[in-house]
């Protein structure tokens, strides 16, 4: 009993096959058909290949929604160098809640004596940070690059300065300080950071100010945990001035970002910079304080950057579709060139045939060779 439901179920699958089986006796194979199986067959294979291309592809999506962090600190990186001696100016970090992160605060700022012209090989490393900073603002494709590549394009380092460079007669300041997740002010100005009860204050030196010298070389400037990859505004940044009493101001709005991507996992700060400057001189009426100024504020967003892409069944129905339209469409091409070829070969074939035809007697009309008639002959009587 068992073996003949197995027969009939056998046999009702077999009744429900779609895909009838052609016995190789009835196929008829020719070169068309197989040059058209050959490139079918190529082009089927640069599409899947580019089909998985395509998947591997991801696609950048950005969230943004509130800032609830309340609690964590503020890190900022810093690296630049001042044209002028270690002993003549000082760096400090002071809040919107009058707190400074020189004394109550961990990091520290690191005083490098150095000299302030570059050398050939910080002049290209310098070259080539402004040239991927002009064309991250110019295409911002190039950022989500760096997020999908995994914070592996960033520039080499930057290079070490040779003990044999020159005399020092500027300072290089760098290091980390991690203060209030609030604004703030960073600044580098005359004289060294002191506490004092009453508000904030530096012990400057008597020196001349016409020997003020604020010139800077910023190599880097960001916010959050050093994230190899990004490219801040300010990295790179140079500026020369001949003034003694020079104020250089950095407006910054910083933006809390998360990345997440196959390749890396990173919370770092985004921030966007505007410029000023101006020359010290309480006589025409610019009044203020000579130095270089980070004025920073934080949004209220944070932003979540998340490597998106396709899910497995979209790429298999793809795949699908490309081999059955090309399958079906080869298929067309090959029955049309068929049809071209049989068309040009039959007239061909009736143009041989009739000109054979007119060439051959036609069947039921042969010729009939006359024979000349026979010659007649003279009769002689007897006795002539």
């Known amino acids: 009993m068992r073996r003949l439901n197995r027969k009939q179920t056998l046999k009702v699958v077999k009744e429900l096959d779609a895909f009838p089986k052609v016995p190789e006796d009835y196929v008829e194979t020719t070169s068309t058909g197989g040059t058209v199986s050959i490139l079918t067959s190529v ?3 640069g599409l899947v290949i580019s089909e998985f291309q395509y998947y591997l592809d991801t696609k950048m999506r950005y969230e943004y929604d509130v800032d609830t962090d309340f609690d964590s600190k503020l890190q900022i990186n810093i690296d630049i160098t001042v044209a002028m001696k270690c ?5 400090d970090v002071l809040d919107s809640a009058g707190d400074s992160a020189m004394f109550k605060f961990s990091g520290r700022l690191n005083e490098e004596p150095t000299v302030f012209d570059m050398t050939p090989e910080e ?3 310098h070259k080539t940070l402004k040239t991927v900073r002009r064309a991250l603002s110019e295409e911002h494709a190039i950022q989500d690059l760096l ?3 995994g914070f592996d394009s960033r520039p080499a380092a930057h290079p070490k300065r040779s003990a044999k460079a020159g005399k020092p007669d500027a300072c290089r300041l760098h290091g980390s300080l991690i203060t209030n997740k609030v604004a703030g002010n960073f600044h580098v100005t005359i004289g060294k950071s002191i506490p004092h009860p009453r508000g904030h204050a530096h012990l400057a030196l008597m020196i001349d100010p016409a020997k003020y010298n604020f010139s800077h070389r910023i190599n880097h400037f960001s916010f959050g945990t050093p994230v190899k990859g990004i490219v801040n505004p300010l990295d790179g940044d140079v500026k020369i001035t001949n003034e003694s009493l020079q104020l250089y101001q950095y407006f910054i709005q910083i933006v809390p970002t998360k990345v997440n991507t196959r390749a ?6 985004q921030f966007a910079v ?4 101006r020359a010290i001189n309480h006589h025409k009426g610019s009044h203020g304080v000579s130095g270089i100024f980070f004025k920073y504020e934080l949004t209220s967003l ?12 979209k790429l298999l129905v793809r795949l699908c579709g490309i081999v059955g339209g090309v399958f079906a469409t080869s298929g067309i091409i090959n029955n049309l060139m068929g049809f071209f070829m049989d068309v040009i070969c039959c007239r061909f074939d009736r ?3 009739r000109n054979a035809d007119k060439k051959e007697p036609l069947p039921g009309h042969q010729l009939e060779i006359s024979q000349p008639p026979p010659s007649p002959t003279l009769l002689s009587s007897p006795g002539s």
Request: overall charge negative.
């Open 147 to 149: 997020f999908q590549s």
């Open 302 to 313: 944070v932003i979540s950057v998340k490597e998106t892409y396709d899910p497995i069944w």
């Open 264 to 269: 890396a996992r990173a919370n770092t700060h």
């Open 274 to 277: 505007t410029e000023q400057e």
């Open 87 to 91: 002993d003549y100016i000082g760096a």
């Open 43 to 45: 082009l089927i294979l």
């Open 123 to 125: 002049e290209r490393w």
């Open 351 to 353: 143009l041989k045939a």
